[in-house]
């Protein structure tokens, strides 16, 4: 049983294979959070006690108890203008205007199995992987319900959260905020990472204390954003990779959201996730309900690395779905950074023909195949072939690629619209804009109305259509601006608060119906690289184009950052040309292929064009991705340097058992009479003998974890480092 529930304190224990979540409702029917962490079996309420705070208001059922304060306690999902003075988990606006809401407990539900999200990715689980518990809570004075759902995962150490709102009166109420996830803690002492960006510089990692009031992490733009990513983890000052407290919560959503940390007067944080209230109202008329997106959440009282193999797993495994899962994916060349506009037929041929003798599965072609499209000012939304370049169109094309022994895979670009377009002069009400006000251009291109069933249709019709006129078995679903200008011509003036989440909504509709018609086709996220880089799109989409930086140096910051929250599987990562066309950068051919073998592999560079010697390396890369690449994608992932501080990257694959060890990395810059570095592995057998490969050097797992391993002498800037372990037998 993950959940014991004690009827007469109604005291909720939440348990996982090695950690514990409490709350209880309390002699007022307030539902107060009571412990996120360690297994206790002890109600965590002895640890609160507060005084007689000022300025804390008390609720009038306290009577003439002051040291009870809605404000002090922590609280299991905090309402607005009741004397919290803290940030609210919901706001709603009733008929009356007024905006005071306090939800009091009513009762629960518990069931088998993991509950599930209309129209929104979700993790989903079989019947004996998880429970589901459902609390109900009504506010005091109004027919507004709130009912929290808890999917507790107890194999993986996860636990999911939702709210459900319910206007259960007669009069519509407006929602004003609605968050997934409400964590107060009231023990300890937190730092909070999390991970920023930019285009092509995606999930930076950056730690710092909490500062008394609020941080926020936010996305406005429609999509999750390179700027922030939906995830954020609250570590206690001494937390590492192998040791100390930590608890990471991400958001299974792809547009705007909101994270916000608040440090309150007492010391106690606040977590709340969800949606972003800055681009967000939705009315509920009487019966109707709002289920938020889902969060999900994991704690590991020994650092990092555990952490993030609670993530890696349950996305993997519970949030990832269809044929590619679980399964090896095919190593693939993309011609973006080869060609980019300028291409045509037998440039493409001749780059597949490169391509498939050094072993190559798929060719991918990338922008530039449609409509009027030799740059991005226009194009966008005629998804019919552009038979000037590609003579004898798709099926011609595609029969040659696969006659080479490849797969073909095609980009789309479905949710944008160019002006300089046959869809645009057709239906320019399908552009999200604003009547009477010019709209904001990103990259030339507007944004289509995917909250309308007509643009979903039209999308699903003409996508379908593509990919039945050839044998297309993957698709590049790319997505390249940011969403401004909200307004849909398909709602009523009061409802148009409600488009930036009904976009998204449309965007799942659309992407379950393909992946639904096409269940054979990988579908690849992207949105000017990681710009959306979250877990709803990898419910649908089992891997995500990590960066437009191909940059092998700067791939390894940015797949740092990345690895945290999400697994190596999902990280589209390709080998590129040097000098690098981001940063000019040159970087060994190994050190970029060890790097891009940090995720899903491929190439993205005409291999036609390479010399002999390198033809060789990427022909033997590629067969030893298709060796080492199910240790890579099925084994436990360590980040062994922190890149932003190291004069190196180094990270590890360690197989279920043990036994294998693969370490990759790079030594980033030289300096004359250095001393070699040494190495600390994790995740090995402390108990067993350990060989490096290539040599007859044997090491015990203990000293391997606590000594470590030299690295290679610094020669030349940005050197690769290949090492793999195989335990020999135990002590
Ligand atoms: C985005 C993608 C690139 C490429 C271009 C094509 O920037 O991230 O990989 O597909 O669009 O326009």
């Known amino acids: 049983?993950?959940?014991?529930?004690?009827?007469?304190?109604?005291?909720?224990?939440?348990?996982?294979?090695?950690?514990?979540?409490?709350?209880?409702?309390?002699?007022?029917?307030?539902?107060?959070?009571?412990?996120?962490?360690?297994?206790?079996?002890?109600?965590?309420?002895?640890?609160?006690?507060?005084?007689?705070?000022?300025?804390?208001?008390?609720?009038?059922?306290?009577?003439?108890?002051?040291?009870?304060?809605?404000?002090?306690?922590?609280?299991?999902?905090?309402?607005?203008?009741?004397?919290?003075?803290?940030?609210?988990?919901?706001?709603?606006?009733?008929?009356?205007?007024?905006?005071?809401?306090?939800?009091?407990?009513?009762?629960?539900?518990?069931?088998?199995?993991?509950?599930?999200?209309?129209?929104?990715?979700?993790?989903?689980?079989?019947?004996?992987?998880?429970?589901?518990?459902?609390?109900?809570?009504?506010?005091?004075?109004?027919?507004?319900?709130?009912?929290?759902?808890?999917?507790?995962?107890?194999?993986?150490?996860?636990?999911?959260?939702?709210?459900?709102?319910?206007?259960?009166?007669?009069?519509?109420?407006?929602?004003?905020?609605?968050?997934?996830?409400?964590?107060?803690?009231?023990?300890g002492s937190w730092e909070q990472l999390h991970f920023h960006g930019r285009h092509a510089m995606e999930r930076q990692a950056e730690r710092l204390p909490l500062l008394h009031g609020v941080q926020e992490i936010s996305s406005s733009r429609g999509t999750s954003s390179h700027q922030q990513n939906p995830s954020v983890i609250l570590c206690s000052p001494d937390c590492t990779e192998q040791s100390g407290r930590c608890i990471g919560a991400f958001f299974v959503y792809s547009g705007s959201f909101k994270i916000r940390t608040e440090l309150d007067e007492l010391n106690q944080v606040r977590l709340l996730l969800g949606l972003n209230p800055d681009t967000f109202t939705w009315t509920l008329n009487s019966s109707e309900i709002f289920e938020t997106p889902e969060a999900v959440m994991t704690y590991s009282g020994s650092g990092f690395a555990e952490m993030s193999h609670h993530f890696h797993s349950i996305i993997r495994r519970h949030i990832c779905r269809g044929k590619y899962k679980l399964i090896e994916r095919p190593v693939l060349l993309n011609n973006w950074e080869a060609t980019y506009f300028d291409f045509n037929e037998e440039k493409i041929l001749q780059i597949a023909e490169s391509a498939s003798e050094l072993g190559v599965d798929m060719l991918v072609l990338d922008d530039g195949w449609f409509g009027k499209r030799d740059s991005d000012t226009s194009g966008l939304g005629d998804w019919f072939v552009n038979e000037q370049k590609l003579k004898g169109g798709l099926p011609e094309l595609v029969k040659r690629i696969n006659a080479l022994g490849m797969q073909f895979g095609l980009w789309f670009e479905p949710e944008m619209i160019s002006e300089d377009s046959e869809l645009y002069r057709q239906h320019p009400d399908w552009a999200i804009r604003i009547p009477g006000r010019a709209p904001m251009r990103g990259r030339f291109q507007l944004v289509l109305d995917?909250?309308?069933?007509?643009?979903?249709?039209?999308?699903?019709?003409?996508?379908?259509?593509?990919?039945?006129?050839?044998?297309?078995?993957?698709?590049?679903?790319?997505?390249?601006?940011?969403?401004?200008?909200?307004?849909?011509?398909?709602?009523?003036?009061?409802?148009?608060?409600?488009?930036?989440?009904?976009?998204?909504?449309?965007?799942?509709?659309?992407?379950?119906?393909?992946?639904?018609?096409y269940p054979d086709?990988?579908?690849?996220?992207?949105?000017?690289?990681?710009?959306?880089?979250?877990?709803?799109?990898?419910?649908?989409?089992?891997?995500?184009?990590?960066?437009?930086?191909?940059?092998?140096?700067?791939?390894?910051?940015?797949?740092?950052?990345?690895?945290?929250?999400?697994?190596?599987?999902?990280?589209?990562?390709?080998?590129?040309?040097?000098?690098?066309?981001?940063?000019?950068?040159?970087?060994?051919?190994?050190?970029?292929?060890?790097?891009?073998?940090?995720?899903?592999?491929?190439?993205?560079?005409?291999?036609?064009?390479?010399?002999?010697?390198?033809?060789?390396?990427?022909?033997?890369?590629?067969?030893?991705?298709?060796?080492?690449?199910?240790?890579?994608?099925?084994g436990s992932y360590y980040r062994l340097s922190d890149p932003t501080k190291d004069n190196y990257a180094c990270w590890s694959y360690v197989s279920d058992d043990k036994e294998t060890v693969l370490v990759h990395g790079m030594l980033f810059h030289a300096q004359p009479n250095m001393k070699q570095a040494a190495l600390r592995l994790q995740g090995l057998d402390a108990q067993a003998c350990y060989t490096l490969s290539g040599t007859d050097a044997v090491y015990t797992g203990a000293a391997l974890m606590n000594g470590g391993i030299l690295l290679p002498p610094y020669w030349g800037d940005y050197s690769p480092v290949e090492m793999q372990f195989r335990k020999v037998h135990e002590i």
């Open 1 to 187: 049983m993950a959940v014991i529930i004690n009827e007469e304190n109604r005291m909720f224990q939440l348990i996982t294979d090695n950690t514990e979540y409490q709350f209880q409702a309390d002699e007022y029917d307030v539902l107060r959070h009571l412990w996120y962490g360690e297994k206790v079996g002890t109600p965590m309420s002895y640890l609160l006690s507060y005084p007689d705070v000022g300025f804390a208001g008390n609720p009038y059922d306290a009577g003439n108890d002051r040291t009870y304060s809605l404000h002090t306690q922590p609280l299991e999902y905090a309402c607005e203008g009741i004397g919290d003075y803290r940030s609210a988990a919901v706001s709603i606006t009733h008929a009356d205007g007024s905006t005071a809401l306090d939800l009091r407990y009513t009762g629960y539900t518990l069931h088998k199995g993991k509950y599930s999200l209309t129209g929104l990715p979700a993790v989903y689980a079989d019947e004996d992987e998880a429970e589901t518990l459902e609390i109900y809570l009504k506010d005091t004075a109004s027919e507004t319900e709130v009912t929290l759902r808890y999917g507790i995962l107890a194999g993986y150490d996860v636990i999911t959260r939702c709210a459900v709102i319910r206007n259960a009166g007669t009069e519509p109420i407006r929602l004003r905020k609605a968050a997934s996830l409400c964590l107060d803690l009231p023990y």
């Open 521 to 634: 086709v990988l579908f690849e996220g992207c949105s000017g690289g990681g710009g959306r880089f979250d877990a709803g799109m990898l419910y649908y989409c089992p891997q995500i184009w990590c960066s437009d930086d191909t940059d092998a140096y700067e791939r390894t910051k940015i797949q740092y950052g990345t690895s945290f929250i999400y697994p190596i599987s999902a990280v589209g990562s390709h080998v590129s040309v040097v000098p690098n066309h981001q940063t000019g950068r040159i970087t060994p051919l190994t050190s970029r292929a060890v790097t891009a073998m940090a995720g899903s592999f491929g190439y993205e560079l005409d291999l036609g064009l390479l010399s002999e010697e390198e033809k060789n390396a990427v022909s033997e890369q590629i067969r030893s991705f298709k060796s080492i690449g199910p240790l890579i994608h099925n």
């Open 450 to 517: 995917l909250s309308r069933t007509d643009v979903q249709d039209y999308l699903f019709r003409v996508m379908s259509g593509i990919l039945d006129s050839a044998n297309i078995t993957y698709i590049k679903w790319d997505m390249n601006r940011s969403i401004s200008d909200l307004y849909s011509h398909a709602l009523s003036p009061e409802r148009q608060g409600e488009l930036s989440h009904r976009y998204v909504l449309g965007l799942y509709a659309l992407l379950e119906r393909l992946v639904q018609k």
